[in-house]
């Protein structure tokens, strides 16, 4: 025989909320600035979406602007070829940079877990995160130190070994190695802090139970930290997949000096959206708001998907 649940008035729910937010107002004085923060800077910019289906001039302003529909989205999706290689590079990078950062982030992680020189390891903590505050713009001319043709380290050694220098700035076939090379370079120290401070959360009763059964180190990574950082790596990774169709414009557009002769594996939709809009000296918001919102919308999907088969798989490491 089913039970029926007595249905809670609305004005009792009210007193109960109100009774709750006033006995947690700690809380809630804690968090109010963060969804202040959130609300001015997240969701009330959402409404220059509309600038996508207009075209906008500061005389009429968003409201008033004439509307054209999708007529913006076309700049996208006016040239087939382009739009291929252009979705192609930017997915195809983001997978890349995401399977080689997470494999290298863990092992780092891992490896200076198992250190017992805690001199080393905090050394080992300032030296890997610095790449990470580094502009772009001094990586750039690190990088152009390496690959310069005249004077480069990299063509210094291959003329040492009898080798002809390489125009690696008119040369596309390299670029996807180098720009993996310098993106691992700037964000593994962070990710892999990320994952070392999951890792000392962990018990340290897991440990010693596993030294007296006569576990090795191997054994204790394999059984112990790797299963206990697989729940992180799932959140970042679905924390990451939202930005599946965006690209860092610093590392795309300004660490290949903008080369258009490697552009067929460096140009992706948002050095696309730059050199269209900004260096051709346009003013035109509507293409590059419409853009913007294509990827917003194909990354949330994405988000949304990769969530739902990791809640289908594994139910306790899904977001939501």
């Known amino acids: 025989m089913s039970v029926r649940k007595k249905k809670i008035p609305y004005g009792v729910k009210q007193e109960i909320l109100l009774r709750n937010t006033w006995k947690n107002r700690t809380l809630v004085c804690m968090v109010l600035p963060v969804v202040i923060l959130l609300i001015l800077f997240n969701y009330i910019p959402m409404f220059g979406l509309l600038v996508a289906f207009k075209d906008f001039n500061y005389t009429d302003g968003i409201l008033h602007s004439p509307w054209v529909g999708f007529q913006n989205f076309k700049f996208l999706f006016s040239m087939k070829d382009l739009t291929i290689r252009m979705l192609r590079n930017t997915v195809g990078y983001y997978l890349l940079f995401t399977a080689v950062g997470t494999v290298l982030n863990v092992a780092l992680a891992l490896g200076l877990n198992q250190c017992r020189n805690k001199y080393f390891t905090k050394y080992s903590h300032a030296v ?25 380290m990299l063509n210094g050694l291959l003329q040492t070994f009898g080798n002809e220098p390489v125009r690696w700035y008119a040369e596309a076939k390299y670029w996807p190695l180098i720009l993996t090379i310098v993106n691992v370079w700037k964000g593994t120290g962070y990710g892999a802090v990320l994952y070392l401070s999951a890792l000392s959360g962990i018990d340290g009763e897991l440990y010693e139970a596993a030294d007296l059964d006569g576990a090795t180190g191997w ?20 924390m990451g997949v939202g930005g599946i169709m965006s690209s860092n414009t610093g590392l795309f557009y300004q660490v290949t000096k903008d080369s258009s002769m490697i552009c067929e594996t460096t140009q992706t939709i948002d050095t696309y959206v730059l050199k269209t809009l900004v260096k051709s000296g346009l003013n035109d918001f509507g293409p590059s708001t419409a853009v913007t919102m294509f990827q917003s919308v194909v990354g949330c999907i994405a988000c949304l998907a990769a969530n739902a088969v990791t809640r289908r798989v594994s139910p306790e490491n899904a977001l939501f």
């Open 128 to 152: 890997m995160i610095l790449p990470t505050f580094i502009s772009f713009i001094a990586v750039t001319y690190i990088v152009e130190c390496f690959l310069n043709h005249t004077n480069g």
């Open 219 to 238: 054994q204790k990574v394999k059984y112990i930290d790797i299963p206990m950082l697989v729940s992180m790596i799932c959140i970042v990774t679905l």
